[in-house]
Each structure stands twice: as C-alpha cells, then as structure tokens.
C-alpha cells in the first residue's frame, strides 16, 4: 500500500519566503574550514567586561532558552569590531535534539553538543538593538561551542530554572550573581567573520567572533537542555 508521504515544509527551506535576507551573501552558520582560515594579523585584543549582580530573567522563546541582560551596563570590544564598542542585549543556547549534534556552527565539518551565543549590538553608532540588528556592523556575537565534559557551574545557574520555564512564553527571574564571561573559554583564540542572524530575520548584521576551545558541560546538563527543548518543542 502507498504511505503517505507529507513533506513538512518549515524550518530553514521557507525563510527566503519571509525573509529576503535568507538568501543573501553572508548567511550564518557556516562551516569553519580551519585550514582556508587566515591568521589574525595585527588585530587588537578583544575585550569585554559585564555585570555580575543584576537581575537577569530566563525567557523560553520556544527554541531553547535566552537570558536578557535588562539593559545593565557590559562593554565588548576591540579584536575585529574596530573602535566601536558593543553592549551584551541578552545570550541563548542551541542544542541538538541528540546529543553530539547540538552547534550551530561546525570546524571542519564536525559539530558539536550545543552552542551558546552572547549577543551584542553597536552602542557607538545605533540607539537600540533593534536598530543595530538592521546594519552591517550592527551586531556582534560570541559563539561558545559545548561539548560533553564536566559539569559547568555558570551555567549551571540557568540550567536550574528550566524546569520554571517549560513551555514558550515562560520567563522566570533571578538575581543570583552570574558572570557571563566565566561562559567564555581559557584560551580565548577565535574565529571571526561577516554573517547573519541565524534565525528569522536572518539579517547580516552580525560580526561572529566564534571561540576555537570548546567549554564542556555535563551530560546530565545537556540531557537537561533536550529534555525541555528539542528542535523547538518542548518535550
Ligand atoms: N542565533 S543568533 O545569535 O544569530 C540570533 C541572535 C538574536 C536574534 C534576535 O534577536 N532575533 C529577534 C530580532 C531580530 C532583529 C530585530 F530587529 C529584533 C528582534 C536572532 C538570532
Ligand atoms: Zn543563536
């Protein structure tokens, strides 16, 4: 007998629809091909300093989490963002819906458990984030690759209030101090070139400074992240 066959067609395939921007010259992830990477020259050294003691409140937007800054003071520059400085508006995490295929961006063909993504925008050129998100040199990411290891304890402080935030739309608050540069790797070599947001509106905003060392998390920390998002829906 026949199966039916039902194509879904969402996801990735359907957003040049929407979003005219999908089908530009400068899409985000992309595969690190380590050996066409140029070295860095002269660059300057890159920056950043955040603040710890703030409220930071915990948002399921329906695909994995998002930690809003609130608008509290950080600074990111320096490296390849000229002599503009970016403030952090709020970081996330993208897993996989099986562990060891969880990163966005892949080296060498080879992705990994999750990847974590501190978003910036142009304080120095733009009055909002929203405004930043619309030009070239708007926005500034750091991508942190996961891989399965020992348990993270930063991270540990978001990993805990998933289960206050199942379903999309949930937002739980917390004021526990927390700095986001203790997400950052030792060894702060990285990647960095032109792209875009990698999800809807997809806008080539954003200079992504991906970090070469990978951060480990538990696997009790990454089953935490599937159990609660996998591919979008809570599970
Ligand atoms: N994965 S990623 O780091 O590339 C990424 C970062 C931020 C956003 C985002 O803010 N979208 C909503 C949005 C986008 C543009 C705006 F102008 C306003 C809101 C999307 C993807
Ligand atoms: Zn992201």
Redesign the pocket.
């Known amino acids: 007998y026949l199966v039916p066959v039902v194509i879904l067609i969402v996801g990735p395939a359907t957003w040049v629809e929407k979003f005219p921007e999908a089908r530009g010259t400068r899409q985000?992830?992309v595969d690190i091909v380590t050996s066409r990477a140029s070295s860095g020259g002269s660059a300057p050294p890159l920056v950043w300093r955040y603040s710890v003691n703030h409220p930071r409140s915990v948002v399921n937007p329906g695909y994995c989490w998002r930690v809003d800054e609130n608008g509290y003071d950080s600074e990111l520059r320096g490296g390849p963002l000229g002599s503009d400085v970016y403030k952090l508006?709020?970081w996330?995490c993208?897993w996989g819906s099986v562990n060891g295929e969880g990163s966005?961006h892949t080296v060498d063909g080879r992705a990994f458990s999750g990847e974590l993504?501190l978003?910036h925008w142009n304080t120095s050129k733009y009055n909002s984030?929203?405004?930043?998100?619309?030009q070239p040199d708007g926005?500034a990411?750091l991508?942190v690759l996961l891989m399965v290891g020992s348990k993270h304890d930063e991270l540990d402080k978001v990993v805990r209030l998933l289960p206050y935030i199942q379903h999309k739309g949930d937002k739980v608050t917390f004021s526990e101090p927390l700095n986001p540069a203790n997400l950052l790797p030792k060894r702060i070599a990285y990647w960095t070139y032109p792209?875009?947001?990698?999800?809807?509106?997809?806008?080539e905003?954003?200079t992504?400074i991906l970090f070469k060392e990978p951060v480990q998390v538990s696997a009790e920390q990454v089953r935490l992240n599937l159990c609660y998002y996998v591919n979008g829906k809570n599970v």
């Open positions: 985000s992830p508006q709020q996330h993208h966005e993504h978003v984030f929203t405004e930043a998100a619309g926005l990411v991508g792209g875009s947001l990698t999800t809807p509106p997809c806008t905003s954003v992504w």
